[in-house]
């Protein structure tokens, strides 16, 4: 069975970078034809796709969301992280880390990240 595990600050300020790290264990990351994503949802509002990175590394990015994410991965640790520049209180959310394609899905139980000066 698939286990995403995020972990992240908690609380940033407006203006800084967010580090968040998902840690997989019962597949690997680079198991082919799997895919790794990141999912956030604002409060009382839906689930939002952040950026994925496929088992090749290749990434993928919500157009909206591209040019303030970079989305990456560390294959020893089996890893693969997100980080949101020049946050806003409008990034405020719980980010989930997912598991798709040629493994099983799994979420991760998500990491609230509030923005708030």
């Known amino acids: 069975q698939v286990h995403p595990q995020e972990s992240g600050p908690g609380l940033v300020k407006p203006s800084q970078t967010v580090s968040l790290t998902c840690t997989v264990s019962?597949?690997?990351?680079?198991?082919?034809?799997?895919?790794w994503a990141w999912i956030r949802q604002p409060p009382g509002k839906g689930l939002e796709w952040v950026g994925t990175i496929a088992f090749d590394g290749e990434t993928y990015y919500n157009p909206s969301l591209r040019s303030r994410s970079f989305v990456s991965r560390n294959t020893l640790k089996n890893q693969f992280s997100l980080e949101l520049s020049s946050v806003t209180p409008e990034d405020t959310a719980v980010y989930f880390c997912?598991?798709?394609?040629?493994?099983?899905?799994?979420w991760g139980q998500g990491t609230q990240v509030t923005v708030s000066s």
């Open positions: 019962g597949a690997s990351i680079t198991t082919s034809d799997s895919a």
């Open positions: 997912d598991s798709w394609g040629s493994v099983p899905n799994s």
